[in-house]
């Protein structure tokens, strides 16, 4: 079964608005983290923000921000004021806890116009 | 190097041939993972290492794959009479063991582009 889903296979967005990508994981595990990745076209794996099962509080790491809604079992990412650069694949992971490994969704694409 | 190196950047091999695909994690770095992504694809994990242990080998698609890692360091995934389906990016990541293993993020090689023809 997928642990991890992102149904938006491409996004656009307006320079300078903001764009939320979702992301919903299943896991039994209480204790497991929550990951984004973005890959741009030159192909290298650029970790943006990570969310803890126990974390409180939202994420946020500069114009990164991450919707945590634990019930729901879903953990979106926000970017703020887009800029051109952003235009790449968004990857969603998790880690849970008894577990060492990372599982990776299929990923959106974020295009963002001028 | 300060980052995970993989060799080589590109392989071209025809098929039926062996490849060797080599990872070079980060100093220090006890986990070590091996994913392939086809085109436009997401991450498919194939094996797992951390220090010792033995590996997590449930990713890996069939028995013409293999990876070992010498001396808790250096890996190499090696793919055995390749097919053109293994035609991708095969991408490695280390992560540390630093404090609680659940939030450190992984950290990804360029990858290797290999092609079959």
């Known amino acids: 079964a997928q642990k991890i889903t992102q149904t938006q296979p491409g996004m656009f967005v307006q320079e300078k608005e903001a764009v939320t990508l979702d992301c919903t994981y299943d896991t039994s595990d209480q204790s497991y983290g929550l990951f984004w990745y973005k890959q741009p076209s030159s192909g290298e794996m650029i970790f943006l923000i990570y969310?803890?099962?126990?974390?409180?509080q939202n994420a946020t790491e500069g114009r990164y921000s991450l919707n945590f809604q634990k019930a729901r079992k879903s953990a979106n990412l926000v970017i703020s004021a887009s800029q051109l650069g952003d235009s790449a694949m968004y990857f969603c992971a998790m880690r849970e806890g008894i577990k060492d490994d990372m599982r990776f969704g299929a990923g959106t694409r974020l295009t963002v116009k001028p | 190097g300060a980052g995970v190196s993989q060799s080589p950047s590109n392989k071209v091999t025809e098929k039926g041939k062996d490849v060797e695909l080599r990872c070079d994690p980060i100093?220090?770095?006890?986990?070590l993972y091996w994913y392939r992504q086809s085109l436009g694809q997401g991450l498919e994990f194939l094996i797992y290492f951390q220090g010792n242990s033995a590996p997590d080998k449930s990713g890996l698609p069939s028995d013409r794959f293999s990876a070992e890692r010498t001396g808790g360091s250096v890996s190499t995934l090696t793919i055995q009479r390749t097919q053109q389906e293994d035609s991708a990016v095969y991408l490695c990541?280390?992560?540390?063991?630093?404090?609680?293993?659940?939030?450190?993020?992984?950290?990804f090689g360029d990858g290797t582009r290999l092609s079959i023809l």
């Open positions: 990541a280390s992560s540390s063991r630093r404090g609680p293993r659940i939030n450190q993020p992984q950290h």
């Open positions: 100093s220090g770095h006890t986990a």
């Open positions: 969310q803890g099962s126990y974390d409180e």
